[in-house]
């Protein structure tokens, strides 16, 4: 008898035990799932699930999901904020935007989104009538502080091709031959336009700039005797047809140069200093004339024929210009010329 009370007695304490150790471990589960808390942390690459215990913070659970931030990374729950489960954080990563107006540009780190908070973040002080343009082009994010008068655009403008005269002995005949065809290459403008009251671009500030593509040169060979002529304004060279010596004096619009003081040249045009020019009526109107004299000028040294002269005969030119004392001192010189084709 004593042994099967024994025997009882064993196995009711085993019984307890084990009851005990598994009411234990079904107790901390529950303890555990009820304690455990989920928190979704949205970033720009992928939303990821955290499960912690306790009340973590929005740095500690972006630490469990190692997700690090940079500086000026914005995350929508304060980084102390204790979170609770089912909470989401979001972060926004910073990116490098310019923030410009006529004056200056800061580049800045920022992942405000208020065109007002970044502003503010880029030391711009906005003025109620002033307006902000956001860009991005060609990898960069532009934000424009602008007055009303002001425009933030993108412009692709081309890039005129140079022709290249190049010698050669003998063409067969020929006078020239292209070898090479010309093609404009392209460049690219960020630029703040300002315009005036007739609406017209008045003046602009280049932001950006870049060579999309460089221009080919239209190559051109010409015979050996071929007359060829480098203006001075950097565009090709032109052909000519004569090159002469000349006595050139220079007139303006006054009566005392001209007789009378309307501007109006014989050929009809508006007299224009820098290009007009009178010469004798072997050279027709609209014949152009180059002067190494004044190649150093705005115009290259190249003038168009659109006046004629009472004293302007043969191998004579007066060159017009804006001012009776600039006419003046210019005097009376006998110049090379060039009489372009
Ligand atoms: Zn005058």
Redesign the pocket.
């Known amino acids: 008898m004593s042994f099967f009370r024994e025997h009882i007695k064993t196995n009711k304490i085993f019984f307890c035990c084990i009851a005990f150790i598994l009411a234990f471990f079904v107790g901390l589960a529950i303890f555990v799932k009820s304690a455990s808390v989920n928190i979704s942390i949205n970033t720009p690459d992928d939303t990821v699930k955290v499960t912690t215990i306790g009340n973590p913070t929005t740095a500690e659970v972006l630490a469990k999901a190692d997700i690090e931030l940079n500086a000026y990374d914005y995350t929508d729950v304060a980084l102390d904020e204790k979170l609770e489960s089912g909470d989401e954080v979001t972060v926004t990563r910073a990116k490098s935007i310019m923030v410009t107006d006529t004056k200056k540009t800061v580049a800045i780190k920022t992942a405000l989104t208020s065109e007002t908070d970044i502003m503010e973040q880029a030391g711009f002080n906005l003025d109620d009538d002033d307006t902000v343009q956001y860009m991005n082009k060609e990898g960069l994010s532009f934000y424009a502080h602008l007055k009303k008068n002001q425009k933030l655009i993108y412009e692709e403008d081309p890039i005129k091709y140079k022709t290249v005269y190049k010698k050669v002995a003998t063409l067969g005949g020929a006078e020239e031959k292209v070898t090479q065809d010309g093609k404009n290459g392209k460049i690219k403008y960020i630029k703040i336009v300002t315009y005036g009251k007739d609406k017209k671009a008045k003046s602009s500030k280049t932001l950006y700039k870049k060579v999309a593509s460089k221009p080919k040169n239209k190559i051109v060979q010409v015979a050996e005797d071929a007359k060829i002529i480098y203006t001075g304004s950097g565009s090709a060279p032109k052909k000519y047809s004569q090159k002469i010596s000349v006595v050139a004096t220079g ?8 007789g009378k003081s309307t501007g109006i040249t014989a050929s009809g045009a508006r007299a224009t200093a820098g290009r007009t020019v009178a010469a004798w009526s072997g050279l027709s109107f609209g014949t152009q004339v180059y002067f190494p004299y004044f190649s150093v000028n705005g115009n290259g040294g190249v003038f168009t024929v659109e006046d004629r002269g009472g004293a302007i005969t043969g191998n004579r030119i007066d060159i017009f ?1 804006s ?2 004392s600039q ?2 001192s210019f005097g009376r010189r006998t110049l090379e010329c060039y009489i372009l084709k």
């Not at 007139?251 to 001209?258: F, G, I």
């Open positions: 007139y303006c619009p006054c009566a005392q140069c001209c210009f001012s009776h006419a003046l």
